[in-house]
C-alpha cells in the first residue's frame, strides 16, 4: 500500500540529515516540506519565532499538544537546558510512530517523552504520571477546536503559575478565534500576536503568547 505522508518525510529525513544533528533533522523536514510536500509542521519562519520564546523563557518543565512528525518537539527540546524533558501529547498512533523516529534520529530521545492519547483525558493525569507541579511552558498545536477547552483544563488542574508561557500556533490560519477572545479578554492572561505566515506559504499567520498573570 501507498506510503503516508509523514513515512515519506521519515525517508527523507533519514536520506538527507545527520544522525544525531537536530539542525540537520529540521533542514530536511523544511526541505522536503518547501520541494516535495507541504505539511503542517510549525516550519522555519514561525519556528524561528517558537525558538526565540523558548530561549527567553528558559524553561524547565514543557509541555507540547499535537505532535505530529516531531518537528517542532525537535525545535524545542535542542534548546533545552541539560536535564530538561518535554512532555508531547499525540494520539494518532501512526503519526505518534513517526515522530518517535524523527525525534530518535535528532538524538533528543532522552529529551523527549512522547505520550500517546488524546489530551482531554491526559492533561488530568500529567501531575501524578509524571510529578509535575506546573509548566513554565505549553505549546499549543493540535486540533484548533480544542485550544480553548485545553487551556481552561490547565486551570482547572492548576498546571499553571503566574508566569507560565502559553504558545499557540495558527491563530490566524486555519485560525482559533475563541481561543484568541479568550486570552485576549480574560483579566488572568496577558496575551501578545507575533505575525508571520503560514508555513511554507505567503499567506498570513501568526503565533499567541499568553503568560498567565494567576
Ligand atoms: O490542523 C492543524 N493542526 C492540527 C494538528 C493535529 C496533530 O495533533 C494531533 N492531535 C490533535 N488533537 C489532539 C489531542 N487532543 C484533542 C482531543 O482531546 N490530543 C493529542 N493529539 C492531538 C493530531 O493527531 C495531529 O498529529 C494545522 C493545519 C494547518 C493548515 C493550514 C492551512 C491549510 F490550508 C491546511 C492546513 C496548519 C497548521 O500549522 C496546523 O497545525
Ligand atoms: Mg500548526
Redesign the pocket.
Known sequence: TRSTRPQRMLKAVQKNATKGNPESVISAIDYFCKNSEWA???GDEKGSILDSVVTEVNPSTVLE????CGYSTVRIARLLSPGTKLIT????PA?AAVARQIIAYAGLQDKVTLVE??????IPQIKERFGITTFDFIFL????D?YLP?IKLFEECGLLRKGSVLLA??VI??GTPEYLEYVRNSPHYESRYYPAH??YTK?E?GLEKSVFLG
Open positions: 503542517m509542521n510549525v499538544l499535537g505532535t505530529y501529547l499525540e494520539f494518532n503519526y492519547g488524546p489530551s482531554s483525558e491526559l498545536d493540535h486540533w484548533k480544542r485545553d500556533d495558527n490560519c486555519p503560514l508555513e499567506v499567520d
